[in-house]
């Protein structure tokens, strides 16, 4: 039997210092998942495609995508493949030529570090300086926005803003602006990074 992911990923969530809530995924989505990756569960990627449907974390700010989401943002970038974004439209994505996590900023619309590998990056999200990294991203209030939302979605989003159905969430607002501006905004970034 091929040694897994998952006991080690477990181990992160369990022993996390950020705030983080395993997010469901029923087994034959994560299955199709992990086949569509062409990764097995050795891979903290493959273990997350199985074993979750993504981690919302630091109270949802954040959210490493799993389970049916991966394949989904597989090939939204030529050069990169996306597995994680936050409330304030940033994305991570993993670089297809060398592997290293970057981050889509918000503010400048340059990819920057954390600049390491996906396994490392899944870690720095449960257990790194959230706050200290957002800083100048983050409003008065943020927290309760965000858990407001997280409580309306019953912290079930399939890539938000849609539901674990794919089905869009209706009057929901994430900081100051709607979920669907907000996807909006994210799919445009996506659109002037790819060229397209």
């Known amino acids: 039997m091929e040694p897994r ?11 996390a210092t950020n ?10 989505a994560g299955r199709e998942a992990l086949a569509a990756l062409e990764v ?22 954040l959210r490493v995508h799993g389970g049916p989401t991966l394949p989904a943002w597989r090939d939204r970038l030529a050069d990169a493949f996306v597995v994680g974004h936050d409330v304030v439209a940033g994305f991570y994505a993993v670089g297809r030529d060398d592997g290293e996590v970057r981050y889509l900023a918000p503010d400048s619309l340059e990819w920057e570090g954390p600049e390491m590998g996906h ?5 720095w999200t449960l257990t790194g300086d959230l706050e ?17 939302l997280a409580a309306d979605e019953g912290i079930t989003l399939y890539p938000p803003p849609f539901t674990r159905e794919g089905q869009p969430v209706a009057n929901a607002t994430r ?22």
């Open 40 to 61: 097995t569960e050795r891979s903290v990627l493959g273990a997350l495609a199985v074993h979750t449907g993504g981690l919302a974390i630091d109270h949802g700010w």
């Open 175 to 196: 900081g100051r602006a709607p979920v669907g501006e907000l996807w909006d905004v994210q799919q445009e970034w996506l659109r002037q990074v790819m060229g397209t």
């Open 19 to 28: 705030a983080v809530t395993v997010l469901p995924v029923d087994e034959r």
């Open 119 to 123: 396994s490392a990056g899944v870690h």
């Open 132 to 148: 200290g990294y957002y800083g100048n991203l983050r409003w008065p209030g943020w927290e309760a926005e965000v858990a407001e």
């Open 5 to 15: 992911a998952w006991p080690l990923v477990k181990r992160w969530i369990d022993e």
